[in-house]
């Protein structure tokens, strides 16, 4: 049986056809001619994460990303196909981490507890954590404010060492050694004082010896002089103290008898204070005192006479 050019033209199409489904297919990571578990997981954001992307547990693969879409409530949901028949159990969160520093994210599996395991099209846990380069911003920036002190520091030293300062220290450090100069000099001269009234010196300390000696000698004698001084001056106060509390009393006991005199009527004070007759006497007398003032006042000529030529004429 002759079979016609056309037909292999068409069996050679399909054929290339078909190889090219299969090589895309399988370039894309899609399983041909094996079962796949289709999972899904819900992420806020997915920077980095891409289509055929791989989900790993442990670093190995055991699938990939095979579709990302939008939602109304602006979360992307994840549609991840598992070659094989896997165990997952439902509590697993499929984590969605960073594999490089270029940013580059993959769906790794953490693997829960449980004999309950994930069936196809179910919704795993997901949770998004930080990439490298987020991990290292915070010391980052720690590191930016470090090196902005350490800038500070070096420009703070650099103007410290300008040339004027460097001058100053140079004069500082001259005045400083003249300084010690002049005590090394000083120094000098009162070891030569010293030297040559060393003698002086001596009978000095002697005689400081000898008198702090005699001090320690005569310390019972001297004790005993300054316990007398002591009893005599607290005798001398004690007598003092007697003789005028006895004169206070003396003076207390006259004033006492004087006050009872007067009381009693003897003497003038006396008399004075208790006679009522002589109150009555110098009550009129005021009166009688104060009457003729006001008619003094009021008729002056009847005892006041003065005349020009040396006469007058009396009012009677």
């Known amino acids: 049986m002759k079979i016609a050019?056309?037909?292999?033209?068409?069996?050679?199409?399909?054929?290339?056809?078909?190889?090219?489904?299969?090589?895309?297919?399988?370039?894309?990571?899609?399983?041909?001619?094996?079962?796949?578990?289709?999972?899904?997981?819900?992420?806020?954001?997915?920077?980095?994460?891409?289509?055929?992307?791989?989900?790993?547990?442990?670093?190995?693969?055991?699938?990939?990303?095979?579709?990302?879409?939008?939602?109304?409530d602006g979360s992307i949901l994840a549609t991840l196909k598992i070659k094989g028949k896997y165990e997952i159990p439902k509590n697993s969160i499929a984590k969605l981490e960073g594999t490089d520093l270029l940013g580059s994210k993959a769906i790794v599996m953490e693997l829960g507890t449980g004999q309950d395991f994930a069936q196809d099209g179910d919704t795993l846990n997901a949770n998004v954590a930080k990439g490298l380069l987020e991990t290292v911003q915070p010391v980052q920036k720690k590191a930016e404010l470090i090196i902005t002190k350490m800038d500070s520091i070096l420009t703070s030293v650099n103007s410290i060492l300008n040339p004027n300062f460097q001058k100053n220290v140079d004069k500082s450090f001259n005045s400083i050694a003249s300084t010690l100069s002049s005590l090394?000099?000083?120094?000098?001269?009162?070891?030569?004082?010293?030297?040559?009234?060393?003698?002086?010196?001596?009978?000095?300390?002697?005689?400081?010896?000898?008198?702090?000696?005699?001090?320690?000698?005569?310390?019972?004698?001297?004790?005993?002089?300054?316990?007398?001084?002591?009893?005599?001056?607290?005798?001398?106060?004690?007598?003092?103290?007697?003789?005028?509390i006895e004169n206070a009393n003396k003076a207390m006991a006259d004033l006492q008898t004087i006050v009872n005199k007067v009381n009693n009527g003897q003497g003038t004070l006396g008399m004075l204070v208790n006679?009522?007759?002589?109150?009555?006497?110098?009550?009129?007398?005021?009166?009688?005192?104060?009457?003729?003032?006001?008619?003094?006042?009021?008729?002056p000529k009847r005892y006041v006479h003065f005349s020009v030529f040396g006469g007058g004429k009396k009012d009677n």
Do not use: W
């Open 5 to 72: 050019n056309e037909t292999k033209v068409g069996i050679l199409a399909a054929f290339s056809i078909t190889l090219l489904i299969i090589g895309y297919n399988f370039l894309k990571g899609n399983a041909i001619f094996s079962n796949e578990t289709v999972l899904y997981a819900r992420y806020p954001r997915v920077d980095g994460l891409g289509v055929s992307k791989p989900v790993l547990i442990n670093g190995f693969q055991i699938g990939r990303v095979d579709k990302l879409q939008l939602q109304s």
């Open 184 to 244: 090394e000099a000083t120094s000098k001269k009162v070891d030569n004082l010293v030297g040559s009234e060393g003698s002086r010196v001596s009978a000095i300390l002697a005689n400081v010896e000898a008198i702090s000696s005699n001090l320690k000698k005569n310390n019972e004698k001297i004790n005993g002089i300054l316990n007398n001084i002591g009893n005599i001056t607290d005798q001398v106060a004690a007598a003092n103290f007697k003789q005028t």
């Open 275 to 299: 006679d009522t007759k002589m109150y009555e006497n110098l009550n009129n007398a005021s009166k009688n005192l104060d009457n003729l003032m006001i008619d003094l006042k009021q008729n």
